[in-house]
């Protein structure tokens, strides 16, 4: 049973920045590649950055480039979205995401495994 927490979110001012963490197992985090995504109310589920199970390659989707960093603590089985210069628009639920996905990174459906979100709120 693949199991993923998030944590971190909250209500934060434009400019601010926050840090999400997601906890898996050690067996997922060492099995999977990891990522985030992030849906607003009444949109798609959208890809943020994903980090690779076997190596130190990350990615992250052009737009939040510069802002938003993802990294894996492997000694604490945990993945990480620093996100800084936040802005209302990055007003979304984030979901940490797990699975074998090697291709189609960017899209929701790659990714079997999911946490229950952590809602991050940016007033203007």
């Known amino acids: 049973q693949v199991r993923l927490v998030e944590s971190g979110g909250g209500l934060v001012q434009a400019g601010d920045s926050l840090r999400l963490s997601c906890a898996a197992s050690?067996?997922?985090?060492?099995?999977?590649?990891m990522a985030w995504f992030r849906q607003a109310p009444g949109k798609e589920r959208t890809f943020v950055a994903a980090a690779s199970r076997s190596t130190d390659r990350t990615l992250v989707t052009d737009s939040l480039k510069g802002r938003f960093t993802i990294s894996r603590d492997n000694a604490k089985n945990m993945v990480y979205l620093q996100m800084n210069n936040l802005r209302p628009e990055d007003t979304a639920t984030y979901y940490c995401g797990s699975g074998s996905v090697t291709a189609n990174a960017y899209n929701p459906r790659a990714w079997p495994y999911w946490g229950q979100g952590t809602q991050v709120t940016v007033s203007s």
């Open positions: 050690r067996s997922t985090f060492e099995r999977y590649s």
